[in-house]
């Protein structure tokens, strides 16, 4: 009875025979090198279908077991453990790179937290992380563990928002944050997470879940927000 | 000064200057034969990157003005309405076809909305997104209109948005087959296209105007 391959990042799919995996993107950015590297790989291993997901992944649906190792090979990558079964990602909108609306360069500091923080070892729950450039909000940061919409002043910090079986808003923590300000509150904030992870009776639970139970204010205190 | 050109599908970009466009991907699927036609539209065009978007769109961004025609033509594709007061996307996720939570055909139902009312123009953006199962991966609580699959049926919800003022959709159906599914859909629709008065006014918002109840009785399930 096969299952999903957290090693190599693979999901079983309902076929109960082939896997997804994910194409090697930073917040949805597919440079053309990587567009063409995907599809001679999609064409080549015979992938039923690609699939945009909701985290703005590149899925390559249908592939074999036996030729795993070789799409990620052809890939030019290897498979990240611990971003696997879609429980870690930063999802960001285009920002003033591309987007006429964009107020803050959302693509570069979402590489940033990625290149700092993930992924973000021993947090035993989902970790996502949405980073916005304006109020429109189109990465949905309100039910994200972490949001952040960037505006002209600094960034708003939304915290403990979820969209799936125990749907929550997220609520915000803090305002007008620099760049560096943000990347010490999120390291903060991840370790928070991660040391609740660590506690029988918080365990498993999302952020806001976290939140619920214990009240926001030894997260707050943790973050030095009180 | 350049602007978006909505009947071209064209987003005008931070510098003023060059296009990005959105072909349209129903649900973010997309087989591999259009997908290699779009990888090389982008590179004849000199596009700058490509860019998965939250509506599960692949936008080509940094085109010319003057290739806008030249790319849609080789593209074959339709215009994904990514902006204007209309119904944005469907959005769906892999549902019982391919994912082993699915717990409804969440593609054959996002498919089918997707083909009554993708760019139906509305007083607002207008939202749809249809999960398989209760992890609700295409986000239905924060769409105009959400459906969530449970193994006894459908869950419908509305006025949901997830900007600067996050509201979660209500609930306004449960346990509704297909069909059900489809004619609740048309009539919170058709509502929102009467109402002329709403500019712009997401219908989150219209429902918090005229309450709960009001709007469920305009719509048929109170």
Redesign the interface.
């Known amino acids: 009875m096969k299952d999903d391959i957290p090693s190599k990042a693979a999901i079983?799919?309902?076929d109960g025979e082939t896997y997804?995996i994910m194409a090697p993107?930073l917040g949805?950015?597919?440079?053309?090198e990587t567009?063409?590297r995907?599809?001679a790989v999609?064409?080549q291993y015979g992938?039923?279908?690609?699939?945009?997901?909701?985290?703005?992944?590149?899925g390559l649906?249908g592939i074999r077991e036996e030729h795993l190792d070789q799409v990620y090979d052809a890939l030019g990558v290897k498979p990240k453990p611990g971003a696997h079964l879609?429980q870690q990602y930063v999802?960001v909108?285009?920002g003033?790179?591309?987007?006429?609306r964009?107020q803050r360069d959302t693509i570069s500091f979402a590489k940033r937290l990625v290149e700092e923080f993930h992924p973000f070892p021993k947090i035993t729950a989902k970790v996502k992380i949405g980073v916005a450039g304006c109020?429109?909000?189109?990465?949905?940061?309100?039910?994200k563990d972490i949001g952040l919409?960037g505006l002209k002043n600094g960034w708003i910090v939304m915290v403990g928002?979820a969209?799936?079986?125990e749907?929550m808003?997220?609520e915000v923590i803090a305002k007008g944050l620099s760049d560096d300000q943000i990347m010490e509150l999120v390291e903060k904030l991840l370790k928070y997470y991660r040391a609740a992870s660590g506690r029988p009776q918080t365990r498993n639970l999302r952020l806001g879940v976290i939140m619920q139970k214990t009240g926001k204010e030894p997260l707050l205190r943790a973050c030095g927000l009180a | 000064m350049k602007t978006d050109i909505v009947d071209k599908g064209a987003?005008?970009?931070?510098q003023?200057e060059t296009y990005?466009i959105a072909p349209h991907?129903p649900?973010?699927?997309?087989?591999?034969v259009t997908?290699?036609r779009l990888?090389d539209v982008?590179?004849k065009y000199g596009?700058?990157?490509?860019?998965?978007?939250?509506?599960?769109?692949?936008?080509i961004?940094?085109l010319k003005e003057e290739d806008l025609d030249a790319a849609w033509h080789d593209l074959q594709m339709g215009i994904g309405y990514a902006i204007g007061l209309c119904v944005r996307m469907v959005?769906f996720?892999?549902g019982?076809?391919?994912?082993?939570h699915?717990k409804q055909d969440a593609m054959g139902m996002g498919l089918k909305l997707d083909k009554l009312y993708h760019g139906f123009q509305l007083p607002a953006k207008f939202k749809i997104g249809v999960a398989g199962c209760?992890?609700?991966?295409?986000?239905p609580?924060?769409k105009e209109i959400g459906l969530r699959g449970m193994p006894e049926g459908w869950i419908v919800t509305a006025g949901g948005t997830?900007?600067?003022k996050?509201?979660?959709g209500d609930i306004v159906g449960e346990r509704l087959t297909d069909d059900q599914v489809a004619d609740l859909v048309e009539r919170i629709i058709r509502f929102f296209k009467g109402c002329d008065w709403a500019k712009k006014t997401r219908l989150g918002r219209v429902i918090d105007q005229i309450g709960l109840d009001e709007f469920k009785t305009a719509i048929g399930v109170a």
């Open positions: 079983l799919q309902r997804a993107l949805g950015v597919l440079d053309l567009a063409k995907v599809a999609a064409e992938a039923k279908t690609l699939k945009i997901t909701g985290a703005q992944r590149l649906i879609c999802k909108c285009p003033n790179t591309f987007c006429t964009g109020f429109n909000s189109c990465v949905e940061p309100a039910i919409i928002g969209g799936g079986k749907p808003l997220g | 987003i005008l970009q931070q003023g990005a991907i649900g973010g699927f997309i087989d591999v997908f290699r990888v982008a590179e596009a700058q990157a490509l860019k998965l978007t939250s509506g599960q769109r692949i936008a961004i940094g959005k996720c892999p019982t076809t391919y994912c082993r699915g209760e992890y609700g991966c295409a986000a609580l924060v997830a900007g600067a996050p509201r979660f």
